[in-house]
């Protein structure tokens, strides 16, 4: 154990293995909803269900360890929600068979891995100003608190589009008020491993209720099969596919710069604006998505959800590891791992989280405190800052959040007469947000 935690720096980092390995945990079960939804999404553009829950969780298993191991970081990763709606957006909108998708992923993640290696995705967070790293941060929380609002049922979309309060009488959102209430309580009184006895605590409850059924734990695991190296990497190389594997590599380069800044700084891996170890980071979360793309998913990113684990205590890598396992045990206990984070019915026939909301409606409050790092006395910061925290849940996206504030920033410094301010990266950034607009 002294070895695991000499390879870790856990004492460094302030921690304890047995808080990382509670923090992991926390993790795991903030995303494991993903091992479930994932295949469901992919299986509409007529991949087999049970190869994609495989890939699922053995690329998430795979990346996650890899990040921690090599960067030491309490980052997980796994297939990303949106992406996979893309890829499926890509095979039914624009008639491309899954296997040429995938291959298009496959791409993307090796022009992933070419930018990591030369530097320029280190070189671009060292870049990003420190009002707008604030303000990612922000943004992100306040996306995840809607993600966990909106999984708990405590809001919905009406049939005009608007977002309203939902019908917090009903099962599942009463269920996430309590396990809202009984983890703030233990976070007021600084119980370590709050979120964790939160979930818990919900769990128990929804068993109690029938809300959840008990079904077993071990399963054996699907075949990996129908999915693995299917890439159509002929198919793919041809000039209308361009465009579909740009957008790919747009979302995985600025979902995950967006992701590793603010749980980054929530970690406290910051240090005079530079996230330390982030070329190591980086190649993780870029030969993830090379990985997931061969076993047979769509692109693997760093989960905004491994803000639960720091919450947590998580600082270091072991964190990771923990989670990795989980994710390879997921395999084999697929019916325990759909109980907890495998969703409750609602009364319309959608699909509720109210086990897992709460943990992530006070972790995007915790990670909203980064709001006062904004230096609200300079225009040309503030309101760049503001359009990210505000573009990031408005429209649903870390990528195109990240482009209004990546545009206004250097924008706002020309008109001020502060052009000289703005490292040169940042203008070719906020010009190439622009064309992507335009042109795709």
Same mark, same amino acid.
């Given at each position: ?187 007021? @009184? ?54 579909? *594997?740009? *957008? ?45 793309? %061969? ?6 990113? %760093? ?6 684990? *720091? ?39 959608? !699909? ?16 909203? @405190? ?9 225009? !040309? ?38 052009? @000289? ?20």
């Amino acid at each position: 154990m002294g070895s695991i935690e000499a390879f870790f720096q856990v004492r460094d980092a302030g921690s304890s293995l047995r808080r990382e390995a509670l923090a992991g945990l926390t993790t795991f079960l903030a995303m494991a909803y993903i091992v479930f939804v994932n295949p469901a999404v992919l299986s509409q553009a007529g991949m087999d269900f049970g190869a994609v829950f495989t890939a699922t969780c053995l690329s998430a298993a795979i990346a996650t360890f890899v990040m921690g191991v090599a960067a030491n970081y309490p980052i997980a990763l796994a297939p990303g929600m949106g992406q996979n709606f893309f890829f499926l957006t890509v095979v039914l909108g624009m008639g491309v068979i899954w296997q040429e998708a995938l291959a298009a992923v496959f791409l993307s993640g090796v022009a992933f891995v070419v930018l990591t290696l030369t530097r320029v995705r280190s070189r671009i967070i060292e870049a990003i100003p420190d009002s707008l790293k604030a303000g990612i941060a922000v943004g992100i929380g306040l996306f995840i608190t809607f993600l966990g609002m909106a999984s708990a049922g405590l809001v919905r979309q009406d049939p005009a589009g608007l977002v309203r309060l939902g019908d917090v009488t009903s099962a599942p959102p009463l269920l996430a008020f309590l396990g809202f209430g009984v983890t703030a309580a233990l976070m007021v @009184r600084r119980v370590p491993g709050a979120l964790l006895w939160g979930i818990g605590a919900a769990t128990l409850v929804a068993l109690a209720l029938g809300l959840v059924q008990f079904q077993g734990v071990v399963g054996p695991p699907p075949s990996l099969a129908p999915t693995f190296l299917k890439m159509d990497l002929v198919g793919v190389l041809q000039w209308s596919m361009a465009p579909v *594997v740009l *957008v790919f590599l747009y979302m995985a380069l600025f979902d995950a710069i967006g992701t590793l800044v603010a749980v980054g700084q929530q970690a406290g891996l910051m240090q005079d604006g530079k996230l330390v170890r982030s070329e190591r980071a980086l190649l993780a979360d870029a030969s993830g998505t090379v990985v997931g793309a %061969a076993l047979g998913t769509s692109t693997v990113t %760093a989960y905004v959800e491994s803000a639960t684990g *720091v919450e947590a205590g998580g600082r270091t890598g072991f964190a990771n590891v923990v989670t990795a396992a989980l994710f390879t045990a997921a395999l084999f206990v697929a019916p325990l791992v759909r109980m907890v984070g495998g969703g409750i019915e609602a009364e319309d026939g959608s !699909t509720l989280h109210p086990i897992t909301a709460p943990a992530l409606i006070l972790v995007g409050a915790l990670m909203a @405190r980064n709001i006062r790092l904004i230096p609200w006395d300079d225009a !040309t910061e503030t309101l760049p800052a503001f359009l990210v925290v505000a573009g990031i849940p408005f429209t649903f996206s870390i990528a195109d959040g990240l482009a209004m504030g990546f545009v206004a920033y250097p924008s706002l410094k020309v008109l001020a007469g502060r052009w @000289r301010e703005v490292p040169w990266l940042i203008y070719a950034l906020g010009a190439m947000f622009l064309a992507r607009y335009i042109l795709l």
